[in-house]
């Protein structure tokens, strides 16, 4: 199997892979959201059919590089509904402080004074 079924360059893709290394393992350090790190080791695994000119390994690096890429979508999508819910519990509470912090108040304007 002749190794030219990408686009572009060899040393490109090299880069490529690399700049993808770095990029998604420096938002798993900042994020820590497992999607992050999936695509931080799957799309540098986009250059192991270079070592091979066997089609069966072509094919296997493709379904292995597609699961990963479908994991990585589904764990974002979970992170991101997670990420909403605490956000929505963090405003709910902090307008409940609010609420507590105001019906104090009235309730110290209310009382009679002697």
Sequence with gaps: MDNSFFPIRFEMHI????????????QFIRYRR????????ALPCTLLPYLSDSQQFFYAV???EAIALIVAFVLGQI???????????????????NAEGEDAAE????????
């Design 79 to 97: 992170s991101a509904h997670k990420a909403e819910a605490e956000e929505r519990a963090a405003e709910e509470a902090e307008e409940a402080e």
């Design 62 to 64: 493709g379904i292995g």
């Design 15 to 26: 880069v490529l892979a690399l700049l993808a290394l770095l990029v998604f393992g420096m």
């Design 34 to 41: 497992p999607h992050h790190l999936i695509l931080a080791l």
């Design 107 to 114: 309730d110290a304007e209310e009382e009679p004074e002697e």
